[in-house]
């Protein structure tokens, strides 16, 4: 039987709250526009401070200047954030990015960078699924924001995704599949019979985030080398 959360874990889960809660009202500001419609494909979120400086990160780490990787993962946008997700406990992603790049580690690195756009889509498809589950909210007014949470995770994780694909192709395409079976019961999907079932868009959420939290349990990095692989876990 799983303790009963202390008044400190209790804290700590209400400042994830409302952190997660801030991120979502401001993507959803940044992705609001009379032209958006329910099908993500029309709902691109443009570049912002994080991506740019991921873009950046990930040049230098081609070019092997590790000395200014580093910085740009500190006092940036980029390493604000790495901090704030690392600063709700485990996986220490913003630690992960810092070591990789210390032992003058590209692919360490990437990978790191990788986990940590996971963590933001893990957070962004958990606001997804409260909007979803807000009653105060109208139906359509439940999916057009939870649609809108979506196409924001998964423009992040689209900077990330051939990462994954390298290390383990069947685990990139379960996340694929994942958000194209949350996208369809959101309503959101091409296909013309797709309709907003909000019985179904919860569960495919809920199954979504657990999804990525088993491919983030499969990467961390001092996992035993026999463990690595996402496929074992996601068979």
């Known amino acids: 039987m799983a303790a009963a959360p202390t008044p400190n874990s209790r804290s700590v889960c209400a400042d994830v709250r409302r952190s997660s809660a801030l991120l979502a009202a401001m993507l959803l500001a940044a992705l609001a526009s009379p032209a958006d419609a329910h099908h993500l494909g029309t709902i691109v979120p443009r570049d912002d401070e994080v991506t740019v400086a991921f873009k950046r990160v990930r040049s230098l780490l081609k070019e092997g200047r590790f000395d200014l990787a580093a910085r740009e993962c500190e006092g940036t946008p980029l390493g604000r954030r790495l901090a704030e997700v690392s600063g709700r406990g485990a996986p220490d992603v913003q630690g992960e990015v810092r070591a990789a790049i210390a032992r003058g580690d590209g692919p360490g690195a990437e990978q790191a960078l990788m986990r940590f756009f996971l963590v933001v889509l893990r957070g962004l498809v958990g606001e997804a699924l409260r909007r979803a589950n807000d009653a105060g909210l109208p139906g359509?007014?439940?999916?057009?924001?939870?649609?809108?949470?979506?196409?924001?995770?998964?423009?992040?994780?689209?900077?990330?995704?051939?990462?994954?694909?390298?290390?383990?192709?069947?685990?990139?395409?379960?996340?694929?599949?994942?958000?194209?079976?949350?996208?369809?019961?959101?309503?959101?999907?091409?296909?013309?019979?797709?309709?907003?079932?909000?019985?179904?868009?919860?569960?495919?959420?809920?199954?979504?985030?657990?999804?990525?939290?088993?491919?983030?349990?499969?990467?961390?990095?001092?996992?035993?080398?026999?463990?690595?692989?996402?496929?074992?876990?996601?068979?």
């Open 140 to 235: 359509r007014a439940q999916a057009d924001q939870a649609l809108k949470l979506l196409a924001a995770g998964w423009r992040y994780y689209n900077l990330v995704d051939y990462i994954l694909y390298q290390r383990d192709a069947k685990a990139a395409l379960r996340i694929r599949l994942a958000f194209e079976d949350a996208e369809f019961a959101l309503g959101g999907s091409r296909a013309p019979q797709a309709r907003y079932d909000a019985a179904a868009a919860r569960r495919a959420l809920e199954e979504f985030r657990g999804l990525l939290a088993q491919i983030l349990e499969a990467t961390m990095p001092a996992a035993p080398r026999s463990s690595l692989t996402c496929g074992a876990l996601l068979a």
